[in-house]
């Protein structure tokens, strides 16, 4: 395989798919959506701030407003999953030896993780991992194209357990509708959460967007490609639930039912 850095010349995106009526998916509308995370001081360690200063150029890229080729990103043509929100990158590590036939995008915006993925990637000789330190969402609606995603991870976003802070969980209505559009035909959303109204609340949203299908009644079972985080291990030991999703966009027509129903 023949992978190389990423370059900076960027294709000229498409135009964005419309819905019925041919509104843009809300969230694909600039400015209108509340930022999931909150910027706050927290500890880097110096491996962290070294690796960010040293190695960002190489596997990081640069927020854009144009969509990328992930073709030219990664020097290779292969199916591209994104993840959102990799933490300190110990699972998407994992994953992304596993199957070093796809291509891994992480989006996260906490310099400490992004530290922290980059020296993975550097120590773990990985090729097929990239970074984009920016807003998700923004992300995923200037920066990704159409169709184009053979599957998005979303893993323990913050639940913003209080009702104020609700409408700040990165799992909405709109934001979904948007993400759906970024998934080829026969891709798959896994979302997983260990706060259970959070995962209540993910369920609902996400059986209620036509352009996806439920794999499964429900709960998924956590797939043997997920590795079980510390953390994860801990709170099941405690007594603590998780519960994953797994979603897919249909084969055929973006409102048809599965082909296999």
Same mark, same amino acid.
């Given at each position: 395989?023949n992978?190389?850095?990423?370059?900076?010349?960027l294709p000229?995106?498409a135009?964005e798919?419309?819905?019925?009526?041919?509104?843009?998916?809300? =969230?694909a @509308?600039?400015g209108?959506?509340?930022?999931?995370?909150v910027? @706050?001081?927290?500890?880097?360690?110096?491996s962290?701030?070294?690796?960010?200063?040293t190695?960002?150029?190489?596997?990081?890229l640069?927020?854009t407003?144009?969509?990328?080729?992930?073709?030219q990103?990664?020097?290779?043509e292969?199916?591209t999953?994104?993840?959102?929100?990799f933490g300190?990158?110990?699972t998407?590590?994992?994953?992304?030896?596993a199957?070093p036939e796809?291509?891994f995008l !992480?989006?996260?915006v906490f310099?400490?993780?992004? !530290?922290?993925?980059?020296?993975?990637?550097e120590?773990?000789?990985?090729?097929n991992?990239?970074?984009?330190?920016?807003?998700?969402?923004?992300?995923?609606?200037?920066?990704i194209?159409? $169709?184009s995603? $053979?599957?998005?991870h979303?893993?323990?976003p913050?639940?913003?357990?209080?009702?104020?802070?609700?409408? @700040?969980?990165l799992i909405?209505?709109?934001?979904i509708?948007?993400?759906?559009?970024r998934? =080829?035909?026969?891709a798959?959303?896994h979302?997983?959460t260990?706060?259970?109204?959070?995962?209540?609340?993910?369920?609902?949203v996400?059986?209620?967007?036509p352009?996806l299908c439920?794999?499964?009644?429900?709960y998924a079972e @956590?797939?043997?490609w997920?590795?079980q985080?510390?953390f994860e291990?801990?709170?099941l030991?405690?007594?603590h639930?998780?519960?994953d999703?797994?979603?897919?966009?249909p084969?055929a027509?973006r409102?048809?039912?599965?082909?296999?129903?």
């Open positions: 395989m992978m190389t850095t990423p370059s900076p010349a000229i995106p135009a798919p419309a819905l019925a009526g041919g509104e843009l998916p809300k =969230a @509308r600039p209108t959506h509340i930022r999931s995370f910027h @706050r001081r927290g500890h880097i360690t110096l962290q701030k070294e690796a960010l200063e190695l960002t150029d190489t596997w990081s640069p927020y407003d144009r969509h990328i080729s992930f073709a990103v990664f020097g290779r292969a199916p999953v994104l993840e959102i929100g300190m990158g110990e998407t590590e994992k994953i992304a030896l199957q796809r291509n !992480g989006v996260e310099n400490a993780g992004v !530290g922290a993925m980059l020296r993975r990637i120590d773990s000789g990985l090729r991992v990239r970074i984009v330190q920016h807003d998700a969402v923004e992300v995923m609606r200037d920066m194209p159409p $169709a995603l $053979a599957g998005v979303i893993y323990f913050d639940p913003w357990p209080k009702k104020r802070h609700h409408k @700040r969980r909405q209505p709109a934001f509708e948007l993400l759906a559009t998934l =080829a035909p026969g798959y959303l979302c997983a260990d706060w259970q109204p959070y995962a209540e609340q993910m369920l609902e996400l059986s209620g967007e352009q439920n794999t499964c009644e429900g @956590r797939p043997a997920r590795p985080t510390k291990t801990r709170g030991r405690l007594g639930g998780v519960w999703l797994i979603f897919e966009r084969p027509s409102y048809s039912p599965r082909a296999d129903a």
